[in-house]
């Protein structure tokens, strides 16, 4: 790997750590008020008769946004539902190799939904779409998608360019320095 790659590859790793910890902290704060929201519901309810007006359409907005919002990071870590019955059997070449050309034709899928969202985003905004009992504007959630599939894409592309996030680090450190994966 050359220099201008090393040190390409420094940089996203950092700056991707940094976006990491916040969409996760952002997701993990969606799933505690989801929690939060729906115990209150509940016990409103079936306690006092007085459930929560709307909970159901916050709950599933921040549903939305805690899913997409952990999309890159799920996307970097390479945390996806995957069937590898030929992996022993591919020359570690031909697996680099077809890797990079999944991550090539995520990229520009991604891409293609991410544009796609941005444009119902648009066209909610456009109309003043809202939320059917709290009048929430629709395309504010349909921006965070769009632009956690743009990351999403992103990441893709950086996967393409620079391989595995694994073959960076293990070329930076010895194996023994890794942290176990639990």
Known sequence: MNTMTRTAARLWCGGAAALKRLLNLL????????????????????????????????????????IFLVLPTITWH??????????PYLPRLVRRLRDRLCHLFMTAGVAWMAMTVWKLAERAARYNSVT???????????????????????????????????????????????????
């Open 78 to 87: 390479r945390e996806h539902v995957a069937v590898d019955l030929a992996e």
């Open 132 to 182: 059917e009992y709290l009048a929430i504007p629709s395309a504010w959630a349909m921006y965070l998608i769009a632009a956690s599939l743009w990351l999403t894409a992103l990441t893709f592309l950086v996967l393409t360019l620079l391989g595995e996030p694994a073959e960076q680090t293990l070329a930076q450190h010895e194996p023994a320095q890794e942290a176990p994966a639990l």
């Open 27 to 66: 997701a993990a704060l969606m799933l505690l008020l989801m929690m939060l929201l729906t115990t209150v519901d509940v016990l409103g309810r079936y306690l006092f008769n007085r459930p929560v007006v709307g909970a159901s359409e916050l709950i599933e907005i921040m549903l939305a946004a805690a």
